[in-house]
């Protein structure tokens, strides 16, 4: 099924999503876009059914094309400090502090958000996959944040970050047992819902 490119009919409307809840390490990401309705990249699509090379040709396309657009993160010190939900929240409003063009409407993808100013939003249930802004968002959020684990994957090798991107995989969790836990770890969560991390 075709995505959507607009929830109404006029003003400028902004996609929200982000990457990296469900990992054991490493910032969670957010993602803000406002696409030019003239020019939408072809192919948009939710991140997780592209494949890596789609994304990244994607990710160009929706930075070079957008009326706007901002990424930003929350470290894994405010996602202990906070809960993952409301640095969720911090990465995506940090993202629409950046925008240089002011939305009317914000589409967030998922079913909860904290408002943002006096900016009225939606929430959508897989939205990344119904409504073209939030698939921009969700991809330059997936995109912005699998490129920093690489970066930060070269100096703790042992993790496999370039390869789990910092998610619960039996190699990361075994790393983690046998290493203990480094800088970039969250350690208010758990492996698997049973075991604490080796902190």
């Known amino acids: 099924m075709p995505l959507l490119d607009r929830y109404t009919d006029d ?12 990992c054991l390490a490493g910032p969670v990401f957010a993602a803000a876009v406002i696409l030019d309705p003239l020019h939408l990249p072809p192919g948009l699509n939710d991140s997780k059914k592209l494949s890596p090379a789609q994304r990244e040709a994607l990710r160009k396309e929706i930075e ?5 657009w901002a990424v930003s993160r929350a470290e894994a010190d405010e996602i202990d400090a906070i809960n993952i939900l409301k640095a969720s929240f911090l990465a995506m409003h940090r993202a629409l502090d950046q925008l240089t063009s002011r939305p009317d409407l914000l589409l967030v993808d998922g079913n909860r958000f904290e408002a943002y100013k006096d900016l009225r939003h939606i929430t959508l249930i897989g939205g990344d996959a119904r409504y073209s802004p939030i698939a921009a968002a969700s991809i330059l959020a997936k995109t912005h944040r699998d490129e920093f684990m690489r970066k930060i ?21 075994q790393a983690l047992f046998l290493s203990g836990a480094s800088p970039w ?12 991390l080796p902190f």
């Open 11 to 22: 003003g400028l409307e902004c996609g929200l999503d982000e990457a990296g809840r469900g």
């Open 64 to 68: 070079t094309t957008a009326l706007a």
């Open 153 to 173: 994957a070269r100096d703790y090798p042992q993790y496999g970050w370039d390869r789990n991107k910092g998610y619960p995989t039996p190699e990361h969790i």
């Open 185 to 196: 770890h969250r350690s208010s969560f758990t492996v698997k819902g049973q075991y604490s």
